[in-house]
C-alpha cells in the first residue's frame, strides 16, 4: 500500500475515533444523568415514604402542666372590679334544659301510646370513682323524670375488659335498650377503645363511634348520634339566640368527649374555628379575638378575664371537683373560666354548676329517644 492510501486510511480512523467519541460523550453524560435523576428519585421516595408515616403526628397527652400552675392563682375576691359591673347575661343551663326534657317526656308518652314500648338507656359502671358514681345518678334521674327505662350494669374496678365487652354485647342484644354508654374514664388497665368499639353503632348514643364522628366531619354526611357535650355546647348558643355563622369561635380542648365533636359542629355552622391545645403557645391572644369561647379543658381557672374580648359569649365546660371544708361533700365544682373576672367582660356566660351539665344529660336523653324512634319507625 502506498504511503499517501496509508495517510487517507489514518485520518479516516482518527475521524471515525472522534466521531465515537463525541456520540459517547453525550450518551455517557445522559447516562449519568439518568442515573443521578433515578437516585435523586429514590431519595425522594424514601423522603416521601417516611414523612407519609408521620401523618397522623405523634400521640402526645394534653397534660396542662402550664395552665395548670397558671390556675393556681385563686380567684379575685369579691370586691375586685369595683366600679366595674358584672355585663354578662347568664346563660341558665338548667332551665333550657328542664324544657327539653318535658318535650322528650311529651314524646315518650306518645310513643309508649303509639307501639306499647318506651326508649331504654343501658349505662356501664366500672370501679367506684366518686364524680362517675355522681353522673351516672343524674343520668338514671333524667331517665326517671321524662319515662326512659334505664338499666345499669356495675363492674368492680379490677374487673377484665372481656367483662366489660360481654357487658356491652349483652345490651348489645337486648331489644329493649336503644342506647348504651360506658362512663368514662375508664380504669388505666384497660383498652377504652376496645371498648368502646364494642358499641353497636346504632346505639352509639354518645357519639364516639369512629362512623360517626367521621360522618359529622363530612358536611355531607349525617352522623346517627352526634356527642351530647357538642350539642349542649351547640343547644345553648342557639337557644340563646347567638348567631355563629362567620363567627370566630375558640375551642379549649381536644378530646374526643368534647373539643373535637364541638368544632367539628361548629363549622358545620359555618363558624371560624380555632383549637387551642395544651402545647399552644400564645392562648391567650388566640382568645382575646373570639366572639366565643369555649373551654373544655378540665383546668379550674384556666380562662382568665384577660383571655376575653369585651362582649364575648363562654360556655364553660369544665366540671373541676375543688376542695371546699365548707361543702356538704368536701369539695364543689368549678369550672375552667374564672367567672369572677369572665362575668365582668363577656356578654353572655354559662355557669358552672348549672350550664352545660344539664344540657349534656338532656342531650343524652334526646339521643336515646332518637335512637327508640328509628327502630320503631318513628323518625321524623
Not at 146 to 161: D, M
Not at 197 to 215: C, M, Q, R, T
Request: proline residues 6%; charged residues 25%; hydrophobic residues 40%.
Amino acid at each position: 500500500m502506498g504511503g499517501a492510501a496509508v495517510a487517507v486510511l489514518s485520518a479516516t480512523r482518527r475521524r471515525s475515533t472522534l466521531i465515537s467519541s463525541l456520540i459517547s460523550r453525550p450518551a455517557r453524560g445522559l447516562h449519568e444523568a439518568t442515573a443521578a435523576a433515578g437516585e435523586e428519585k429514590a431519595r425522594t421516595r424514601r423522603r416521601r415514604r417516611s414523612s407519609s408515616s408521620r401523618l397522623l403526628g405523634s400521640d402526645f397527652a394534653d397534660t396542662w402542666d402550664q395552665a395548670s400552675r397558671e390556675a393556681a392563682r385563686p380567684p379575685p375576691p369579691p370586691a375586685a372590679g369595683v366600679g366595674y359591673e358584672p355585663m354578662a347575661t347568664i346563660i341558665d343551663g338548667k332551665s333550657i334544659a328542664e324544657d327539653i326534657r318535658l318535650q322528650i317526656a311529651e314524646e315518650v308518652c306518645q310513643m309508649k301510646n303509639a307501639v306499647g314500648h318506651v326508649p331504654g338507656l343501658a349505662v356501664v359502671l366500672v370501679g367506684n370513682r366518686r364524680d362517675s358514681e355522681s353522673y351516672v345518678r343524674f343520668k338514671v334521674k333524667g331517665c326517671e323524670e321524662v319515662g326512659i327505662k334505664s338499666l345499669l350494669a356495675e363492674l368492680p374496678g379490677n374487673c377484665t375488659e372481656d367483662e366489660v365487652v360481654d357487658s356491652v354485647s349483652r345490651f348489645n342484644e337486648d331489644p329493649s335498650v336503644h342506647g348504651i354508654l360506658v362512663q368514662l374514664p375508664l380504669p388505666q388497665h384497660m383498652d377504652e377503645e376496645k371498648i368502646l368499639s364494642a358499641i353497636s353503632l346504632e346505639k352509639d348514643v354518645d357519639g364516639f363511634h369512629p362512623l360517626n364522628v367521621g360522618n359529622l366531619a363530612l358536611r355531607s354526611r349525617k352522623p346517627l348520634f352526634i356527642s351530647c357535650a357538642a350539642k349542649a355546647c351547640l343547644e345553648l348558643l342557639l337557644q340563646s339566640g347567638i348567631d355563629l355563622m362567620g363567627k370566630h369561635i375558640t375551642v379549649i380542648g381536644r378530646s374526643k368527649v368534647v373539643g373535637l365533636p364541638t368544632s367539628l359542629l361548629l363549622q358545620r355552622h359555618h363558624a371560624t374555628v380555632s383549637v387551642i391545645h395544651a402545647f399552644t403557645e400564645n392562648p391567650e391572644e388566640i382568645t382575646c379575638e373570639s366572639d366565643i369561647v369555649i373551654s373544655a379543658a378540665g383546668v379550674a381557672n384556666l380562662v382568665r378575664g384577660s383571655w376575653l374580648k369585651k362582649g364575648a359569649v363562654v360556655i364553660d365546660v369544665g366540671t373541676n371537683p375543688v376542695e371546699d371544708p365548707a361543702s356538704d361533700y368536701g369539695y364543689r365544682l368549678t369550672g375552667d373560666v374564672c367567672f369572677e373576672e369572665a362575668v365582668r367582660v363577656a356578654s353572655a356566660i354559662t355557669p358552672v354548676p348549672g350550664g352545660v351539665g344539664p344540657m349534656t344529660i338532656a342531650m343524652l336523653l334526646a339521643n336515646t329517644l332518637d335512637s327508640a324512634k328509628r327502630v320503631y319507625g318513628l323518625s321524623d
